[in-house]
């Protein structure tokens, strides 16, 4: 694998390096579309392809409409996605991305032989450009077609559309050497930009990644935008994550990462024949600016449209994973680095979706797909009669419902700010990339399923608890009239209002918690609910309104050391411990 710099395929054609907006360091944002496609595909000695050509040439055909219908500076597809006769005749008809913008079109397999008739053909409109390969009739190629404007290098005559195509150098492995024995391999990685004066772009095609070692990390990772296209049915193999960590393990917030896969459940073949891969999606944004925007309000806009946040403990970093049902997704996103920037401009956000399209097979388009299902309407009936007052949580704020339902559960971490979306226990995703989230919920994996019931079963057994009016504490009574289940940032530790509108902590740490692990919930919460108090009797009156309930040996429910905080000779208006020693 060979980072070559686009300059080195230009200049020999007489072409200028485009300036790329997105490659721009400055304060403005850029636009980015990407498109993660249904998958119908067929596969065999000659190549990967749609099995429904048709369908394929309207719904892309219906991709470069939108990339010139929102001016998108960045035009994605995956891997295999882009049929070559609906590219070509979008080219012939005058479709082509604006000056400065950039489409990265994952492209059907083809023969590399053929595309020197492609390049005659469409000579009249564009430049065609691809690394010299000894042709091999008995192999394809898997292409990346980049499209873009470039100037001509004496600048006498007007700017040229360009196709550079770039070729898979690394194959997948599998069981049947698919593309071991089909592919042809390139050996080039274009490198849009330069270090010394502009952002840098790259991009690897899948299992480019299991090439992409040290020494091409520590060549590309400064200031880059790394793009990842694929048509994986495995996308969080742990070869396949490697570079990501390569990347991601220098110094510096100047990294980013968008990996684009086809939507989930590919289907392979046709008819009867037809197998299905059970994948997952797995696109996702990967960054980490000091400055990221990790507010409700944004992250929630973003859940809205089918962008769902997570932090990546493993390289602290925000990943943000698309929905994984096919879709078109248009990004607005600030750049990967700011140069010559002032320090009050200089606000690296991240990307905010602002649409989200599905294919409407009535109109055959594009159409606004405004809140793309997100799961959780499949799996909140677990919490029982608490589902109704959930639903409306995360349907305002699907981060208050987490933390509510973290609450209820006193699964809080060792820190005053619990409640962020760093340290809730559901939103942290370990290097398998396994998502825990409960308000986004596609993720198939058994265990993550496992998390998600069971933290919605507390809440509805606490729902019971508070409601079954028999056994609640004297301090408790209020609720007996009425209570919501709520977060406010101004009462973070507390998750029950009543309809008095008196504030409570209630907790259900079901049958698998020991006394000990208990204790330390409770004394925890407590900490936070005094440090949080502006006064001593507020402290003791919030603390008196803390309960924790478990089930027992015998199998009763039973309250926590209920007198604790009602002892009138020791309020224990004082702290409770020593916060950053206990476990």
Not at 54 to 77: H, I, M, N, S, W
Not at 193 to 221: E, W
């Amino acid at each position: 694998m060979q980072i070559t710099p686009i300059d080195e395929m230009l200049a020999p054609a007489d072409l200028g390096v485009p300036l790329l907006r997105v490659l721009i360091p400055n304060e403005d944002n850029y636009s980015v579309l990407l498109l993660q496609p249904k998958g119908l595909i067929d596969a065999d000695a000659t190549g990967v392809r749609h099995v429904d050509s048709v369908l394929a040439a309207k719904q892309f055909r219906g991709f470069l409409d939108e990339a010139q219908r929102t001016k998108a500076d960045l035009a994605v597809t995956p891997e295999y996605s882009m049929p070559w006769a609906t590219l070509l005749g979008a080219l012939k008809a005058g479709h082509k991305p604006e000056k400065g913008a950039l489409w990265a079109l994952g492209c059907e397999s083809i023969k590399y032989g053929d595309l020197a008739a492609i390049k005659l053909d469409i000579a009249p409109q564009a430049t065609l450009l691809y690394e010299p390969l000894a042709a091999d009739p008995n192999r394809f190629v898997d292409p990346l077609a980049y499209v873009f404007i470039a100037p001509v290098a004496n600048g006498t005559s007007p700017d040229k559309l360009v196709v550079l195509v770039q070729f898979k150098t690394c194959p997948m492995g599998d069981n049947g050497h698919f593309e071991i024995n089909g592919m042809q391999r390139g050996t080039r990685i274009y490198q849009f930009g330069a270090a010394t004066n502009s952002l840098r772009l790259v991009s690897l095609i899948c299992s480019d990644a299991l090439d992409f070692l040290d020494q091409q990390a520590a060549a590309v990772y400064d200031r880059t935008l790394v793009l990842h296209i694929q048509l994986n049915p495995k996308p969080r193999q742990e070869q396949f994550k490697q570079y990501r960590s390569r990347l991601m393990r220098f110094g510096g917030d100047s990294t980013e990462i968008i990996c684009l896969n086809w939507a989930q459940d590919v289907f392979q073949g046709s008819g009867k024949h037809s197998k299905c891969w059970n994948n997952i999606s797995g696109s996702a944004w990967y960054l980490r600016p000091d400055k990221f925007d990790d507010g409700d309000q944004t992250l929630t806009a973003n859940h809205k449209r089918g962008l769902y946040y997570t932090w990546l403990l493993a390289l602290r970093s925000h990943a943000l994973f698309f929905n994984y049902q096919p879709a078109t997704y248009l990004l607005r996103a600030t750049k990967v680095a700011h140069i010559g920037v002032s320090a009050s401009l200089s606000r690296r956000r991240g990307p905010q979706m602002i649409e989200t399209r599905s294919w409407d097979e009535v109109t055959s388009s594009w159409v606004d797909h405004t809140t793309p299902a997100d799961g959780f309407a499949s799996i909140v009936a677990e919490c029982g009669n608490a589902q109704s007052q959930i639903k409306s949580l995360a349907d305002i704020n699907p981060f208050n419902a987490e933390r509510v339902l973290a609450l209820c559960a006193g699964s809080i971490g060792p820190s005053q700010d619990w409640y962020t979306l760093r340290s809730l226990d559901s939103f942290g995703i370990e290097s398998s990339e396994v998502i825990r989230r409960i308000t986004f919920c596609q993720d198939p994996d058994l265990d993550a399923r496992a998390f998600r019931i069971a933290r919605l079963k507390r809440c509805g057994r606490l729902w019971e608890i508070l409601t079954a009016q028999a056994g609640l504490p004297a301090a408790l009574e209020d609720l007996k009239a009425g209570f919501h289940l709520e977060w406010n940032p101004n009462y973070a530790h507390q998750n029950v209002l009543s309809s008095a509108g008196k504030r409570s902590t209630v907790i259900y740490m079901g049958e698998d918690a020991s006394t000990s692990q208990i204790e330390t919930v409770m004394k925890r919460v407590a900490e936070y609910l005094h440090r949080a108090s502006d006064s001593p009797d507020s402290s003791i009156e919030a603390r008196q309104r803390l309960h924790v309930w478990f089930r027992n040996d015998t199998d009763q429910i039973e309250l926590f050391d209920a007198a604790r905080y009602l002892k009138y000779d020791d309020p224990r208006s004082t702290s409770e411990f020593d916060i950053a020693r206990a476990e």
